[in-house]
């Protein structure tokens, strides 16, 4: 193996294992102090099969105030080694706090959606909170 493919091989070994995967969701609801770790999430075939849903209802009786996933060095590795074949994610879901569920910040964008609402009434308040959102990128909340 001549000198140049030593260090093409190299570049590009730490080019796929330097990167890692991140992404963090936030709900806008405070943070509790309760919640749900995953390190080794399996996940299949570079991510294209996810890992399983989390079930977060019973230790989440609040709802959610942030999920982070991630491929971590190690993650990736294994990934790596198992050509892509395995690819585990490390999942984080982090409670609400319990004593401010509901509570909208001031000022905060609100779709209201009346009592005894259709169907059809409450999709177009979730397009119109998501189109606003989109535009503003803020959230918008809504509300029963």
Sequence with gaps: MSHRTRIASLAAVALILG???HVTVVTGLPEGTTGIHK????????GLVAPATIES????TSGVA??????SFLNGLV???TFGIFTPWTIDVFCASSSK????PAGAEVVKV??????????????E??????RDGKPVFVTF
């Design 19 to 21: 990167g890692c995967y």
């Design 39 to 46: 390190e080794w999430a399996p996940a299949w075939i570079f």
């Design 57 to 60: 209802a019973k230790t989440c």
């Design 66 to 71: 942030k999920v982070e996933t991630q491929q």
């Design 79 to 81: 990934s790596g080694v």
């Design 101 to 104: 569920m509901g509570a909208i």
């Design 114 to 127: 009346a009592a005894g609402a259709s169907a059809e009434q409450l999709k177009a308040a979730f397009e």
């Design 129 to 134: 909170a998501s189109e606003r959102s989109a």
